[in-house]
Nanobody, 132 residues
Framework: QVQLVESGGGLVQPGRSLRLACAYSGVTFDFYAVGWFRQAPGKEREGLSCIKLADGTTLYADAVKGRFTISKDSARNMVYLQMDNLKSEDTAVYYC?????????????????????????WGQGIQVTVSS
């Protein structure tokens, strides 16, 4: 059973940086990916970025391209989301998720709405607030 735990959220001023971490366990397939999503109050969940665990291939949503960077440390079973030049509109609950790579990449690209019902897992979410 795949489990994910996010950390690193909090309150940050506009223009500053924050790094989120996702600790994952129970991933046994090489063709899995881990990704980041967020949901702001009153808005739909939005896919931000994802990374293939096998080869590090990444994908970014247009909303965060150039400001957010996803990376992984396979030795530690960690995936990170470095968020730079944060804006007030980045305020949301951030979630990490694991799924088959084709499913996760499709969700971040916006071509599908949901992850696979049988093989996806989600973290509990962590609050990021960008405010002066």
């Amino acid at each position: 059973q795949v489990q994910l735990v996010e950390s690193g959220g909090g309150l940050v001023q506009p223009g500053r940086s924050l790094r989120l971490a996702c600790a994952y366990s129970g991933v046994t397939f090489d063709f899995y990916a881990v990704g980041w999503f967020r949901q702001a109050p009153g808005k739909e969940r939005e896919g931000l970025s994802c990374i293939k665990l096998a080869d590090g291939t990444t994908l970014y949503a247009d909303a965060v391209k150039g400001r957010f960077t996803i990376s992984k440390d396979s030795a530690r079973n960690m995936v990170y989301l470095q968020m730079d030049n944060l804006k007030s509109e980045d305020t949301a609950v951030y979630y990490c998720a694991a799924d088959f790579a084709f499913s996760l990449f499709s969700a971040v690209a916006g071509t599908t709405k949901d992850l696979s019902p049988s093989y996806s897992s989600w973290g509990q979410g962590i609050q990021v607030t960008v405010s002066s």
